[in-house]
């Protein structure tokens, strides 16, 4: 029987990493071979918690870091009896700079990061001085949260007023520039164009504004509230476009049965999964989505064929591209795509279900973790551009992220 202690935080950060964080600690609830206690990092008090007992320490929350008790906890871990996993969120980057105040914490001890998808994993390993340390395990989904039911596809749709032969088209998520969600709703006026599409096509947008957060790389800084004011103004301008805030995952699971076209044209930098594109597909909804970082990687779930489309992403000039030739065409393509069949459908629910992703969890439990070598060299200096100029130079972006554009 293995002791382990989860490590999390109670700094509520976006609500995938609520969500992800809540559902690893269910998978870790249900292997029967491990005897568990739950720490939020914050509360931590070495002087009252004994931590020498435990043969794993997992940090679940990607918040836990920032905590200057993190540090405390790591300097009282015998590296003899007790290994140390972290679970690496989309923020790993931007956070790079509370990863290496641990780097001498760390060294010398058991340690081994767990990263939500290939494309992620590259980057990642580019960090470490031993690339082996990392492990791809897909991000799990709770199915009970995602339960198909017949009549929530009617409900949603007679509660938003769309009639029985409307196209829903629907992005959830932030709303921000880094998800490209004014290129969105443009590529979607000019497809409602074409013959037989203007009174048939909706866009239904889920989710808040963000347009606080720094822009990364390649983008332009915009002043905070100048992206709502623009988002409005082109809503505003279509009666066909819906947005709604945020929605609780009930709601949320009867957005998904209700459309037609799940489509998100994220270029953000840390896009690491694309959680909401797997939610999406839970419900029976195909996808057209760019292909790009941890998006790329949901065309390998068993059942997915001709259910996702990708759209090719280029980095020319120092910055991203969408072809909008290729996007007008792909999304003329998938809006007649049907609803996925059950058939397929249960092995797509299957795939990052708890029960499944728990298996990655049991092996990686009995897997023996190698000594931690250290960040690397170029993640220490990607960290310093970042932390100075509030952004990463090109070079080093192109270093560290040309495995989320190219093979």
Sequence with gaps: MKNVLIITSQFNEQDSVVTISRNILEIYKKILTIKLKTLVIEKLDLNTTDISDFDFIVFIHPSAIVSA??????????????????????????????????????????????????SYLKLVQKSLSNKYACTVCPFPINLKNFKLNSLDRANFRQKHSFVK?????????????????????????????????????????????????????????????????????????????????????????????????????????DEDFGYSPLEALCMGTPLLVTNWGGYRDLINIPGTNRAIELLAVEYKNDSLLISQDELVDKLLISINKKRIQSSKLIKIRKKNSLFSIMQSYEKQLDTPFEVFAGFSENFFSLSLSILCEDHAGIKDYAEFYNSFWSN
Aim: hydrophobic share 40%.
């Design 69 to 118: 008790n993190a540090n405390n906890l790591l300097v009282a871990i015998n590296p003899q009896k007790t290994s140390i996993l972290f679970y690496l969120f989309g923020d790993y980057v931007r956070k790079s700079y509370f990863y290496l105040k641990l780097n001498d914490l760390l060294v010398g001890k058991k340690v081994h990061f767990f990263v939500a998808s290939k």
């Design 165 to 269: 032969n409307d196209i829903v088209l629907t992005y959830t998520g932030r709303l921000s520039p880094q998800k490209n969600v004014l290129l969105l709703i443009n590529t979607f006026k000019k497809v409602k164009q074409f013959g037989g599409l203007d009174t048939k096509l909706k866009l239904l947008i889920i989710g808040n504004i963000d347009d606080f957060e720094a822009p990364t790389f390649y983008e332009t800084k915009i002043n905070p509230g100048d992206y709502y004011q623009l988002l409005r103004a082109e809503i505003n301008l279509d009666p066909s476009i819906i947005h709604l805030p945020r929605l609780e995952i009930t709601e949320l699971r009867k957005a998904y049965a209700a459309t037609d076209l799940f489509i998100s044209l994220s270029l953000y930098h």
